[in-house]
């Protein structure tokens, strides 16, 4: 058997009383993808910290090639071809692509700086990363997934040999996660030994050899990328997959928002926006009603319609909410008629990143703190710390900023937000995104509670064991069309085989 070009063997970290690491064992294959899965706090980061020369272990031993190394800094594990690209990028907006491929290794003439040069070589390497980019655009103007094939040319640049991917998608849009998976296995193909740590458990099959879980500071398992995400989810919070789903309520009232052979005619059309074109649903008070469906089908486009977000234009066909005939178009008359919106991109338009949990928190509802038209710090303190225990944000500082608290906790931030005017009906667009399995079941609870106090609640997700799971009906689009309605519990085989257009006409 072919020896592993990387092996870390017992390895242990302590930081204080806290044992972060203990006795940890890992390999990777040269072109092999070895993905990393484990909840906030599992011990991945402090894993990635020693291989990547900026933790230091207590104890262990790692090999590379077969040969003893040990990094006492970055720049070590650097020169040795071992290089993470973090999750937040640690790229120079202010300059060009070839800049930022060549920051502290640039390219002189003489003394002076061969800028020409250095744009030629950085269109080659951008060209070996699959990526179709001039290398004089600035950085500030790239979209996030056009920065992330950005970081991965620059990895190349150092001649990694060993590539460490902290949750790389997490910000990226389908289209562009599609791209960052083929450059993942183009990579592969060439010999490039990949760790890629993600919460995403619907990316593993798509990407993974191997497939290895962390919980508590330890290895508790290691997979074949086609195992059951119900043993995934097992082995990441010690429990079965059904418990991190609350029972359903047997309550469920009047209708809501009732669609009939609606559709959205939008003022301009855009290439790959699919515009609701005959929906038929209903959300009553107390259920949770889950769309399905394959990507670009437009769920995004239904829910961010209802709410007026983004595209402008006018609904045809019936809209009721609580049943009277409802115009909506725009975010005012939505929030009129008791709707709000949690979007898929919570860090691109949920959120804004540099101010403070309670700022963000109150944006959506200013009234209540400003009484005479001034706002008043005691108000503002009480509904803060309110929302902050309602929705177990962690930590509990209304003065932290938002840019600094894990995925989880951001995605709480979003919910308390919108949910700080008391509305009617939720509609939601993949909640769950880019946070660890732990922190799914707190929002699977929270919702469910929320619907037992009389919540409606329209949710798109990617994850289908999510919708089965969670929701008490499932609506299965095509084409910007509704095809299906399932009841609660269909099998994930029914759901994905309307999913995927059997039995539509042509």
Known sequence: MTAPLLNLRGIQKRFGGVHALRGVDFDLAAGEVHVLLGENGAGKSTLMGVLSGAVLPDAGAITLDGRPVSFASPREAHAAGIVMIPQELDLVPGLDIAGNLFLGNEITRNGVLAAADMRRRAQDLLAR???SLDA????????????????IAKALSAKARILIMDEPTAALSAVEADHLFTVVKELSGRGVG???????????????????????GAVVGTTAPDAPQAT??????????SDLFPPRSEKIGAPILRLE???FDPDIVRTGWQAPRDVSLTVHEGEIVGLAGLMGVGRTEL??????????????????VRGKPTVLGDIAAARRAGIAYVTDDRRGTGLILNHTVGQNVLMSTLKRVTPFGLVSRALEKRHVARALDDYDVRPRLPGARVVNLSGGNQQKVVFAKELMNAPGLLLLDEPTRGVDVGAKAEIYRRLRGLANNGLG???????LPELIGLCDRIVVMHAGCTIHDFGPNPSEEAVRRIS?????AA
């Open 129 to 131: 990363a699959g990526v």
């Open 136 to 151: 004089s655009l600035s950085v500030a103007s790239l979209r996030m997934g056009e920065r992330q094939l950005v970081a």
């Open 303 to 320: 829910l961010s319609t209802l709410y007026g977000f983004g595209t402008s234009g006018r609904w045809r066909g019936l809209v009721e």
């Open 232 to 241: 995934l989810v097992q082995l990441l919070v010690g429990r079965p997959f």
């Open 261 to 263: 052979h609606a559709a």
């Open 457 to 463: 609640v329209l949710v798109a997700s990617s994850e």
């Open 500 to 504: 995927e257009g059997e039995g539509i």
């Open 194 to 216: 990949i760790v890629y740590i993600s919460h995403r458990l619907e990316e593993v099959t798509r990407i993974a050899h191997r497939v290895t879980v962390m919980r508590d």
